[in-house]
């Protein structure tokens, strides 16, 4: 890796309007780009973080997608559940796990896609990144601001 001094500058300056954006009592996250660049975000302008190693889903529509399997396993689930009534039976109560799970799903899904929804729509009126994945260590940016 290449020192680079003027991205240091850079994420001194970042980190310093963060940190007096914090002494004012707002609430705000300190994270990379998607470009790598260090910024200061609204808590209400990052939406959903997703994971790190694997594929993942980074996008609003992508969580409504997930958040739709959800829906259609709730209610496939559902008919199963309760079909055995319309056939003389009672209900099949091993189908309540699934249908949970799914229903889970869905409900999770379809709040992380809402708030990435409003985040990404926050962004783009104030003109901010694209935030990217994890977080930043500000103990290792306060160890460079004491030199």
Not at 44 to 72: C, D, K, N
Not at 78 to 101: C, E, H, K, N, R
Not at 114 to 129: C, F, H, I, N, V
């Amino acid at each position: 890796m290449v020192y680079d001094r003027e991205r240091e500058r850079r994420d001194d300056a970042a980190y310093a309007e963060h940190k007096e954006a914090v002494a004012r009592g707002e609430k705000r996250v300190l994270r990379r780009t998607s470009t790598g660049e260090l910024h200061s975000y609204p808590k209400e302008e990052i939406g959903f973080t997703p994971g790190r190693g694997q594929a993942q889903v980074s996008t609003w529509w992508g969580m409504a997608i997930l958040a739709a399997f959800g829906a259609v396993g709730f209610v496939a689930t559902v008919v199963l559940f309760i079909m055995p009534v319309f056939q003389g039976g009672g209900p099949s109560w091993g189908a309540l796990w699934p249908m949970g799970i799914a229903g889970f799903l869905a409900w999770y899904g379809f709040g992380l896609s809402k708030d990435e929804y409003r985040a990404t729509q926050l962004r783009k009126e104030r003109g901010s990144p694209k935030p990217g994945t994890g977080n930043v260590d500000v103990n290792l940016l306060e160890l460079g601001s004491r030199q």
